[in-house]
């Protein structure tokens, strides 16, 4: 026990210094997207090249929406297919939906746009969008 107490302590730390937004991707994220963000091929898209989508136009709408409505359909990421299901996080409040975003932009896309808001997730959650009218609203990035 004695020489386990600097290691649990160590894992205690760690478990501490997550953010919200980090267990929010833990908890609802990384089972398909991975632990570091880069996805499955084939079968779940990286998040590493989301700086590109959130700067787009209608880029930050669109990267909401899909945690509160899904994705479904035909996407092109980095020269590579996709063709799944995405289900809907609606469960997720507006703050924690803000804190999941800006943790995946910051830590696995390195992006500095502007922190996404509460309250421009709930202008979304306002809509009644299918995982097919999200992929519609998606900016034109590879
Ligand atoms: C059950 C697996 C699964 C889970 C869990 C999941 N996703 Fe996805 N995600 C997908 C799939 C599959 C796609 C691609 C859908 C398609 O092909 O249309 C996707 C697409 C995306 C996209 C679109 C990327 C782009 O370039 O347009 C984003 C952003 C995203 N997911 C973020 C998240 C976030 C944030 C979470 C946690 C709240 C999450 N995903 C949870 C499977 C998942």
Known sequence: MKRLMPLLAFLGLLALGQSPGAKLY???????????????????????????????????????????????????VGGTT????????????????ADLLNHVLTTFAKSKAKPISASEVKAQRA???????????????K
């Open 82 to 97: 996709y063709n799944g299901v995405m289900p809907p996080f609606r469960q997720l409040r507006d703050q924690e939906v």
């Open 26 to 76: 833990s908890a609802n994220c990384q089972s398909c997207h991975q632990a570091t963000g880069q996805g499955l091929p084939g079968a779940f898209p990286p998040l590493t090249h989301l700086d590109k989508v959130v700067q787009a136009k209608g880029g930050r709408e669109y990267l909401i929406r899909v945690v509160l409505y899904g994705l479904q359909g035909p996407l092109t």
């Open 127 to 141: 809509k009644a969008l299918s995982p097919q009218d999200v992929l519609k609203s998606r900016p034109p990035v």
